[in-house]
């Protein structure tokens, strides 16, 4: 389903973007660098002081780069191994935001100190899943699989919080977070499992 979504907004809304960013001379490691400003920014700033729904719509906003980046780099031929690891490490660095701004909401009108350790828990649990699978690949081996990917938990959690706070249910998102500790939990000892089983009988490169 977010493969559709995907190629429905690449294809039909931000080609035109992709196309005046082209040529205007942007480049795609630019548009990945505003856009993980843009969400951090939007999670740090609005999060923090209870503006929930305002919050996921400016970071919505900045999401969409993240899409246009990846395809202004093919059509310009211009993909590069350190444009996927510039792309991949902000992802990481846009994800921990909108955790930690949830994190200080908690931390503060939100007043709940059981949602903030959750959100923590969110915020290293979803770090893990990515870094699982980039070690296992980087040792030669496959940690695909699991329930929490990151497009997964980012739809998830800005989604449900929007209409937490738009509906005054903050049950939406809290509900949420125990979900994707679950998920991101289980996907994490998944992968663990997985590379085990590679792992079992073959020395460690040197």
């Known amino acids: 389903m977010l493969d559709r979504f995907k190629a429905f907004w690449q294809g039909v809304v931000l080609a035109p973007v992709v196309s005046l960013f082209l040529r205007l001379g942007i480049s795609p490691d ?10 951090a920014a939007g999670a740090l700033v609005f999060f923090p002081q209870g503006m929930l729904w305002q919050g996921v719509v400016f ?34 660095v846009g994800d921990a935001a909108i955790f930690g701004g949830l994190l200080l909401f908690f ?8 949602y903030l350790c959750l959100s923590l828990y969110c ?6 899943t990515s870094y699982a699978r980039a070690r296992a690949e980087a040792l030669g081996m496959d940690a695909k ?12 959690i800005l989604v449900l919080t929007f209409f937490g706070d738009v509906l005054g249910l903050p049950v939406l998102y809290e509900a949420t977070l125990w979900l994707l ?11 663990i ?14």
């Open 30 to 39: 630019a548009v990945t660098l505003v856009g993980t400003l843009g969400v």
């Open 59 to 92: 970071i919505t906003v900045f999401v969409f780069s993240d899409l246009v980046d990846g395809q202004m780099a093919r059509r310009s031929g211009k993909s590069s191994v350190f444009g996927a690891f510039w792309d991949s490490t902000l992802d990481r």
């Open 107 to 114: 931390a503060g009108p939100g007043d709940s100190f059981l």
């Open 123 to 128: 915020l290293v649990a979803g770090s893990l």
């Open 145 to 156: 699989g699991g329930i929490a990917e990151r497009a997964d938990r980012l739809v998830a």
């Open 181 to 191: 500790a679950a998920a991101s939990t289980y996907t994490v000892l998944f992968r």
């Open 193 to 206: 499992r997985k590379v085990r089983r590679q792992a079992l009988g073959r020395p460690l490169p040197e």
